[in-house]
């Protein structure tokens, strides 16, 4: 018998087995460990929303989010391989619970540790991108490029929306909707390079997924967590180089509570519909449950 290990993909069955495995061990994780690859994690998702930025200032609108959106995909790339622990995958510790291997209570615990780690490794993103300036590169279009989308991200309300509590009821279904789409296509992602048994594999079967949800547009809460306070940054203290160039008024809306409660709330509820119910208990139930 060769002792050569197979390099066929697991099989649908196989993965779910495999997916059981990943996400025990991710709940398992001590507090300090799973805290600094929180921190590891973020920092990942924010660096590749630099590289998905400047694809877009580069190339403009169109091509460059399409673009951006393969080159978004190294901050996956980095989770898995790094081992870093990310609040959209871990979603899928769903099926842990499910299947009885953990407590509601460590579930909830695995979840606030790792959320509160990518915000922090985010953060430490936005304060060394804000302090290189490094908003001003293309000639401020970077920086530009930064608050337009961020803008975009906490105004889910258009005119005929109306105002008040109906046009926010609309907005919040909109990014909530976005969140679980999103989600879908990350925990898609994460799922199959389960599957795969190399480096090549794992790469290979993330990109097109996490390409596919930056182009369109939808919504990933860790991700969200650098790229609007980033704006928020650049809205409130940027250099004068930067500010004077630009319609600061336009960009009102970029605050602390828009972001919190236009995009923050709403995108992380939608994310854990599409990734812990939508992607892993759906296929937990189809291949562990049913005969």
Same mark, same amino acid.
Request: with cysteine; proline share 3%.
């Given at each position: 018998?060769?002792?050569?290990?197979?390099?066929?993909?697991?099989?649908?069955?196989?993965?779910?087995? @495999?997916?059981?495995?990943?996400?025990?061990?991710?709940?398992? #994780?001590?507090?300090?460990?799973?805290?600094?690859?929180?921190?590891?994690?973020?920092?990942?998702?924010?660096?590749?929303?630099?590289?998905?930025?400047?694809?877009?200032?580069?190339?403009?609108?169109?091509?460059?989010?399409?673009?951006?959106?393969?080159?978004?995909?190294?901050?996956?790339? !980095?989770?898995?391989?790094?081992?870093?622990?990310?609040?959209?995958?871990?979603?899928?510790?769903?099926?842990?619970?499910?299947?009885? #291997?953990?407590?509601?209570?460590?579930?909830?615990?695995?979840?606030?540790?790792?959320?509160?780690?990518?915000?922090?490794?985010?953060?430490?993103?936005? !304060?060394?991108?804000?302090?290189?300036?490094?908003?001003?590169?293309?000639?401020?279009?970077?920086?530009?490029?930064?608050?337009?989308? @961020?803008?975009? #991200?906490?105004?889910?309300?258009?005119?005929?929306?109306?105002?008040?509590?109906?046009?926010?009821?609309?907005?919040?279904?909109? @990014?909530?909707?976005?969140?679980?789409?999103?989600?879908?296509?990350?925990?898609?992602?994460?799922?199959?390079?389960?599957?795969?048994?190399?480096?090549?594999?794992?790469?290979?079967?993330?990109?097109?997924?996490?390409?596919?949800?930056?182009?369109?547009?939808?919504?990933?809460?860790?991700?969200?967590?650098?790229?609007?306070?980033?704006?928020?940054?650049?809205?409130?203290?940027?250099?004068?180089?930067?500010?004077?160039?630009?319609?600061?008024?336009?960009? @009102?809306?970029?605050?602390?509570?828009?972001?919190?409660?236009?995009?923050?709330?709403?995108?992380?509820?939608?994310?854990?519909?599409?990734?812990?119910?939508?992607?892993?208990?759906?296929?937990?139930?189809?291949?562990? #449950?049913?005969?």
């Amino acid at each position: 018998m060769s002792d050569t290990p197979s390099l066929q993909a697991l099989s649908p069955q196989a993965m779910v087995e @495999a997916a059981e495995h990943h996400v025990i061990d991710k709940a398992s #994780k001590k507090f300090t460990r799973a805290f600094l690859l929180a921190i590891l994690a973020g920092a990942s998702i924010a660096l590749a929303f630099c590289f998905y930025t400047t694809a877009v200032a580069a190339l403009g609108d169109g091509p460059g989010k399409v673009v951006g959106g393969l080159f978004f995909a190294l901050g996956l790339f !980095l989770v898995v391989l790094l081992g870093g622990e990310l609040f959209t995958s871990s979603t899928l510790t769903l099926i842990a619970k499910a299947s009885g #291997k953990i407590t509601t209570a460590t579930l909830l615990k695995n979840w606030a540790t790792v959320y509160f780690g990518n915000f922090v490794g985010a953060m430490i993103i936005v !304060l060394l991108i804000f302090l290189g300036r490094t908003y001003m590169n293309f000639n401020g279009n970077w920086g530009l490029t930064i608050l337009n989308t @961020a803008l975009h #991200k906490v105004e889910h309300v258009y005119p005929s929306d109306g105002f008040g509590a109906l046009a926010y009821a609309r907005g919040f279904i909109e @990014a909530l909707c976005l969140g679980i789409v999103c989600n879908i296509m990350v925990c898609i992602a994460v799922w199959l390079s389960w599957g795969g048994k190399t480096v090549t594999d794992k790469l290979l079967v993330m990109l097109f997924p996490i390409g596919m949800f930056v182009a369109s547009g939808f919504e990933h809460s860790i991700a969200n967590m650098f790229m609007i306070p980033m704006g928020i940054v650049l809205h409130y203290f940027s250099i004068p180089e930067f500010m004077n160039n630009i319609n600061m008024d336009h960009y @009102a809306d970029l605050d602390v509570m828009h972001f919190i409660f236009s995009n923050l709330i709403p995108v992380t509820i939608g994310n854990i519909i599409g990734g812990g119910m939508m992607i892993g208990l759906f296929n937990w139930f189809i291949w562990k #449950k049913t005969k």
